[in-house]
Nanobody, 120 residues
Framework: QVQLVESGGGLVQPGGSLRLSCAAS????????MGWYRQAPGKERELVAR???????NYADSVKGRFTISGDSAKKTVYLQMNSLKPEDTAVYYC??????????????WGQGTQVTVSS
């Protein structure tokens, strides 16, 4: 069993910054992909940023140049630094980590989400 817990969300003014963190607990040891997604009310969940161990970092076009994803596989933690926040960034942000356990089983858990609200 693997569980992800996000933190760092909140209410910020346009142009402000937030740093989200997501820590995994449980039997996941080999991290392949770490990603952040978001979902606004009435909309589908969308990819915000993703980092893998074998490929380049991917960002949604809407956040390029403003958001930075980073991860620490040893600590099983992924971060999302969000700068120059805009009202349209308002959403619930979810983290997801893809990896395997000690016996080779694969996991793709989702966090419960953390609310980010950008408003003046």
């Amino acid at each position: 069993q693997v569980q992800l817990v996000e933190s760092g969300g909140g209410l910020v003014q346009p142009g402000g910054s937030l740093r989200l963190s997501c820590a995994a607990s449980g039997s996941i040891f080999n991290i392949v992909t770490m990603g952040w997604y978001r979902q606004a009310p009435g909309k589908e969940r969308e990819l915000v940023a993703r980092i893998t161990r074998v490929g380049p970092t991917n960002y949604a076009d809407s956040v390029k140049g403003r958001f930075t994803i980073s991860g620490d596989s040893a600590k099983k933690t992924v971060y999302l630094q969000m700068n120059s926040l805009k009202p349209e960034d308002t959403a619930v942000y979810y983290c997801s980590i893809v990896g395997s356990g000690a016996t080779g089983q694969w996991y793709h858990p989702w966090g419960q989400g953390t609310q980010v609200t950008v408003s003046s």
